[in-house]
């Protein structure tokens, strides 16, 4: 027995040892194996890192996104930027109404510049030089309500050419475009007066072109580009819509107007087609508490309704339909989407602030501008020489003596 005891024993004992060992070796095997695992797993990212592209990974950002200054047109292509796409009710989310057309000749035309459109303006850093003729489609505050601060603020960041704005008569001299820029100018008398002297004077000079709101004319033609304008119905008389035509390209915008014979004449065969498209009576009775007699008149007798602006498109058929000046929200859009959508089934945009298309003979796509919140003015493409001293309007010599002078 003792002999068998100690056999048990040792036995016991070697398979004490024998099993510690195999759990020691099986423990430290695996937690090699883990080792050798998670530092296989670094090597690899560390590896991948030694190659690692930014942009490698970005396919859909390219897709989807539009970075301004990184892309070069196509001689024959046309790219729009919808600077503004609301309302008088001006909001963050939607400045008032503007559009940038760009083409592939460098040549850019802006139509309208609804108040709060220029910080969309700005994000693209595009030289004011540039960026000097405006297009109005109407006189009302969401048009025209940042032209000020285009003419003067454009100015100041580096335009060195007059600012060009071209703009409907009226039914009276004092309804038009000339007697509003005219006004807009004496409105600036102490700012301009005040700057001149102090700045190359061309980027403070403001011209004019009014032009007859009651017929479809040529407008414009240069390089070109030739731009129409025909008559709108929309509040009192002397509202137009417009086209930009260039190398086979058609760009046609609205403005506001209710349906009528002259835009489904004129805006045939266009490539973007930008409609006006307000609520409908009932969004304007449910969200912005209107009496039904006041929606129906703002809805339609004054704009155009969802309803009527799917009908305009499914007449016309544009190659991309775009629906403006509307609320682009969450509890909006469905509805207005499903009213176009009732006649017509086209390619379509709900126009959102910095929405760019671009134009080319095989396809109109659209993308998102990925912009910049802190812009700074451009470079101008020239140089635009030095202020004229004899421009300048001294100060009075009592208000300078007031002066403390610090040392620098
Ligand atoms: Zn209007
Ligand atoms: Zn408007």
């Known amino acids: 027995m003792p002999n068998n005891s100690r056999f048990k024993t040792r036995t016991f004992a070697t398979g004490v040892v024998v099993t510690l060992a195999i759990g020691f070796i099986s423990l430290f095997g695996n937690s090699q194996r883990n080792a050798e695992v998670f530092l296989g797993t670094q090597e690899r990212a560390l590896a991948q890192k030694k190659n690692f592209d930014p942009t490698s990974n970005i396919k859909s950002g390219e897709r989807k996104n539009y970075f301004p200054n990184t892309e070069k047109l196509a001689p024959d292509e ?16 939607q400045a008032s109404p503007s559009w940038l057309v760009e083409l592939g000749n460098g040549e850019k035309f802006i139509f309208d510049i609804g108040t709060g459109s220029l910080a969309n303006l700005a994000a693209l850093e595009i030289p004011y030089t540039y960026l000097d ?8 505050v969401d048009h025209i309500g940042d032209l000020d601060a285009m003419f003067i603020g454009g100015w100041i960041s580096n335009r060195t050419v007059p600012l060009k704005v071209w703009g409907p008569s009226g039914l009276k001299p004092e309804f038009g475009t000339k007697y509003a820029v005219d006004r807009l100018r004496e409105m600036f008398t102490w700012d301009l007066t005040g700057r001149r002297g102090n700045m190359p004077s061309a980027g403070g000079q403001i011209e ?8 479809s004319h040529i407008i414009y033609q240069k390089n070109g580009v030739k731009i129409r304008a025909w008559p709108a119905i929309h509040g009192i008389d002397g509202a137009v819509s417009y086209s930009l035509e260039w190398k086979g390209k058609k760009f046609v915008y609205s403005g506001d107007t209710v349906p009528n014979k002259w835009f489904l004449d004129e805006a045939q065969d266009a490539d973007l087609l930008i409609h006006e498209c307000y609520l409908s009576v009932d969004q304007f009775i449910k969200l912005k508490n209107y009496d039904p007699e006041r ?7 004054v704009h155009t309704p969802p309803s009527a ?3 305009i498109f499914s007449q016309l058929k544009p190659r991309m ?3 403006y000046h509307t609320f682009n929200d969450f509890n909006t859009a469905p509805d207005i989407i499903a009213d176009i959508r009732k006649t017509y089934d086209g390619s379509l945009t709900l126009a959102d602030d910095l929405l760019v298309w671009n134009v080319t003979n095989d396809e109109v796509y659209t993308r998102r501008v990925i912009g910049t919140d802190e812009p700074w003015p451009a470079a101008p493409p020239h140089p635009s020489g030095p202020p004229d001293p004899s421009e300048r309007t001294p100060r009075s010599d009592w208000l300078d003596a007031g002066r403390v002078k610090f040392p620098d």
């Not at 003729?133 to 009302?140: A, D, E, G, Q, R």
């Not at 004019?208 to 017929?215: L, M, N």
């Open 78 to 93: 046309m790219r729009v930027v919808a600077l503004g796409t609301g309302t008088p009710n001006f909001r963050r989310s």
């Open 133 to 140: 003729k405006i297009f109005i489609s109407h006189l009302h």
């Open 208 to 215: 004019v072109t009014e032009f007859d709101y009651s017929k």
């Open 295 to 301: 929606a129906r008149i703002v809805a339609t007798v």
């Open 309 to 311: 602006c799917g009908k």
């Open 321 to 323: 339909a775009i629906a």
